[in-house]
């Protein structure tokens, strides 16, 4: 039996004792205890691309270790949980993919209880400029229902949720099977009108990926599919408040106009997350953190882990630290429908972050990550794993 008093930011701000046992909270009571710790369910990435040089579109089965490699970087950040996601390709490639991501986790059961599924952002997405971002044009295609068995069947029937573009050929059909086999259908990187989003959700579809990004630079003021993601009170969205993709007032305004009680926060980190500022092929880190298509000051993705996504979100989505860890932590478990197994309250699963918080910045340092009732990362004890640059795939 293991115990953690400290203050409990998402029960109000008081003292509590959390006792657990094997996987399972068992009580939450009370303390009187003094202390300046605070602990929560932990932080949870429902979309990551790669870190620390490594991506999750897995090519070899060497490669299969950066799933360890990830999980083992993340957990120094209090990111207890994440998504692997696997991006738009062609099919022997998604095949590959999601085959090696299925064997990593079967192989190794301490990733598994940080890894509670994968992510398909594409291949059915828009291929229009702007809404496809920077997906590849030549693997875009519509819904294929055998084509998604045949990945679902690879990855050990692993894929959580997939990401579309509603308003492709056949999707409301593709929507309903994908929901009736217990998958998550978002909507992403989309041209969608009002109607492809009525039908969406009516098929069943329950969340928008990144919210704000992957779209067009201009769009009709009034009526756009932002505005329509944004009203729509049957869904939940996901903003990345890395403090690059959407700007201050931006960021606001969006998880006002959603909600906080529907909206969540991911990073969509890629390979190049962690790294130092510099030149990577032809993508540059600014010293600021953001990536960038080399001579222009386009967007090439994200960098910043969850914890930095948090401490931001805090700072320019003006919501309080008890908004803010809620965003990033039991949000997301909701959105993916895990929330009876992540949260604060006897009977979830001890799997929780214990930290630090301090208003000046914000500034959130991690003390202790515990996964499933175990403790796997310990600041002042655990040796920190170290990201390898020499390993960068620049193939993402």
Known sequence: ??????????????????????????????????????????????????????????RSPEKKEVLRFITQLFRQVGVGWWIPTVCTGQPETLKTAFQYLGEAVSEDPDVADSIPGFHLEGPYLSPEEGPRGVHDLDAIRPPDWDEFRRLQDCSGNRIRYITLAPEAT?????????????????????????????????????????????????????????????????????????????????LTCMLRAKGLDLSVITSDCVNLGGLPAGLYGGVEMLPSGRLCAVGTKNLAGSSSQLL???????????????????LASVQPARALRLDSRLGMEPGKEATLTVYRYRDEGPRIDVVETWVAGRKVFDAERSERVAIRQGSLDMRE
């Open 1 to 58: 039996m293991s115990t953690i008093t400290a203050r409990v930011p998402l029960l109000g701000g008081g003292v509590y004792t959390v006792v657990f046992e094997g996987r399972t909270i068992q009580s939450i009571t009370k303390s009187r205890k003094k202390t300046d710790l605070c602990v929560g369910p932990t932080l949870f990435d429902i979309q990551v691309n790669g870190y620390g040089g490594e991506t999750c579109k897995i």
């Open 170 to 250: 056949g999707a409301p059909e593709f929507i309903r099977k994908c929901v009736d086999s217990g998958v998550v259908v978002s909507m992403g990187h989309t041209n969608l009108g009002r109607d492809d989003l009525r039908r969406a959700v009516e098929a069943g579809a329950t969340l928008s990926t990144h919210l704000g990004n992957g779209a067009h630079d201009m769009i009709q003021r009034h009526n756009n599919y932002l505005w329509y993601q944004l009203a729509c009170r049957e869904t939940f969205a996901s903003f990345i408040s890395d403090g690059q993709h959407l700007p201050e007032d931006c």
């Open 308 to 326: 930095e996504c948090t401490e931001t979100v805090i700072r320019l989505g003006r919501v309080s630290h008890e908004e803010g860890w809620r």
